[in-house]
Nanobody
Framework: QVQLVESGGGSVQTGGSLRLSCAAS????????MGWFRQAPGKEREGVAA?????YYADSVKGRFTISQDNAKNTLYLLMNSLKPEDTAMYYC???????????????????WGQGTQVTVSS
């Protein structure tokens, strides 16, 4: 069974940075779509970034967040710079067989999910 385990969340002030990691067991990042999602209290889960044959970002994080992966370590990363209070949420990594520009943010495309890591940005 595939397991995705996120880490790296925490509390930072506005303008700060965090790097989230997602380690996978029994999964090959290089041949699958890997994504980051987030869910704030009272809001729906939303796509933040994903990578497959291309890299995709939500408009709200473009230019501030960078998704990357280390295939040798089976680890996915999300580098978050210039953090804002509205970035506060539980962040999840997820895996899908594939994705494209019209599907990467759709929750139903992903069949494996991590347990989440909390990011809190204070003003």
């Amino acid at each position: 069974q595939v397991q995705l385990v996120e880490s790296g969340g925490g509390s930072v002030q506005t303008g700060g940075s965090l790097r989230l990691s997602c380690a996978a067991s029994r999964y090959t990042y290089s041949s699958n779509c890997m994504g980051w999602f987030r869910q704030a209290p009272g809001k729906e889960r939303e796509g933040v970034a994903a990578r497959y044959t291309s890299t995709y970002y939500a408009d709200s994080v473009k230019g501030r967040f960078t998704i990357s992966q280390d295939n040798a370590k089976n680890t996915l990363y999300l580098l978050m710079n210039s953090l804002k209070p509205e970035d506060t949420a539980m962040y999840y990594c997820a895996a899908a067989p594939g994705c494209y520009s019209g599907s990467w943010a759709r929750i139903g495309e992903y069949n494996y999910w991590g347990q989440g890591t909390q990011v809190t940005v204070s003003s």
